[in-house]
């Protein structure tokens, strides 16, 4: 099981949007589907009964679906790369994620890759298809865009995710150069970084841009125990972040995270429906969540 899981805050279009991607994709497969109970529906204002969450995976990636409402939309802050090992697999995967689509970068060859295009698919999501001949499947692979007043912090926001995660690093950084305006001489063009072992990818740029991170695209973070649950809550929390409700926060750079014990998703899936309301009741009542008293709705 993955440590960090993104997931994608749908509109009603959750199911849809899964059928879709793991039509796409190899690799991929739907997993356990959660359904609003009574409290949860009264507390988010969707039909009782309906599709919650959907868990899923593409290329070996496992991704979270929720079908939140229309408060958020999906930023080009937060897209997802796809590694391809021929060009043909670039040109594949364009023609299926740009109908009904924009086209944020186009399809072409650019001095970092023959054969590169961005993408915001029918339902939002971005995606950057790139041709790296250098591997032999295909990957998926997070990015942050530090846009606006965040331009500049990419490579202070990656040295503090690795200090906070085990097994991470900092791997291949390329920087603008000083003909390269508007962006800074020396800010992230581009740089890979792991955290717990899962690639991610992090840029800055200075060009005009109205978005910045939201809760569309947050990251849940699988945590054993209380230990944990209150160490990256801290951790993510600190120097200007925000706390906020059922598991959910932004850290210092406006990213969202979600801290959940891996108990929690087996509580709320419990069978006695009136078990899993009460642990529903009872995180609807919580910021950082608190497992003792989750486990005590649950024996009522």
């Excluded at 109970?37 to 039909?47: C, F, K, L, R, T």
């Excluded at 995967?93 to 944020?104: N, R, T």
């Excluded at 841009?209 to 945590?223: K, L, N, R, W, Y």
Aim: aromatic content about 12%.
């Amino acid at each position: 099981m993955q440590k960090i899981t993104p997931n994608l805050w749908f509109d009603g279009d959750t199911e849809d949007a899964v059928n879709r991607y793991t039509t796409i994709f190899d690799d991929s497969e739907i997993g356990i589907i959660s359904r609003y109970n009574e409290a949860s529906a009264a507390a988010s204002g969707q039909p009782e009964g309906s599709v919650m969450t959907v868990e899923f995976e593409l290329e070996g990636q496992s991704f979270v679906a929720l079908n939140g409402g229309p408060q958020f939309l999906f930023p080009p802050a937060i897209s997802f790369i796809v590694n391809c090992p021929t060009t043909d697999e670039v040109d594949e995967l364009w023609a299926q994620l740009s109908g009904s689509g924009e086209e944020l970068m186009p399809l072409d060859s650019y001095p970092f890759s023959d054969r590169y295009g961005w993408i915001e698919d029918e339902y939002g999501v971005s995606w950057q298809l790139i041709h790296a001949d250098y591997i032999p499947e295909r990957t998926i692979v997070p990015s942050l865009l530090f846009v606006g007043e965040r331009c500049g912090q990419a490579e202070e926001a990656i040295d503090f995710y690795t200090s906070v995660f085990e097994d991470s690093a900092v791997g291949d950084i390329a920087r603008y150069g000083p003909d390269q305006e508007p962006n800074e001489g020396g800010t992230v063009m581009f740089a890979d970084f792991t955290l717990c072992g899962q690639h991610f990818a992090a840029m800055d740029s200075a060009q005009e841009h109205d978005f910045d991170f939201t809760e569309a695209i947050s990251f849940i973070v699988d945590c054993a125990d209380q230990t944990e649950v209150d160490y990256y809550w801290e951790e993510l929390t600190a120097d200007g972040g925000e706390e906020g409700q059922c598991a959910w926060l932004k850290d210092k750079y406006g990213v969202s995270w979600q801290i959940v014990p891996n108990v929690l998703p087996e509580l709320l899936r419990d069978e006695d429906a009136e078990k899993a309301g009460r642990v529903t009741e009872a995180m609807l009542q919580m910021q950082k969540m608190d497992i003792d008293a989750l486990e005590e709705a649950y024996a009522g």
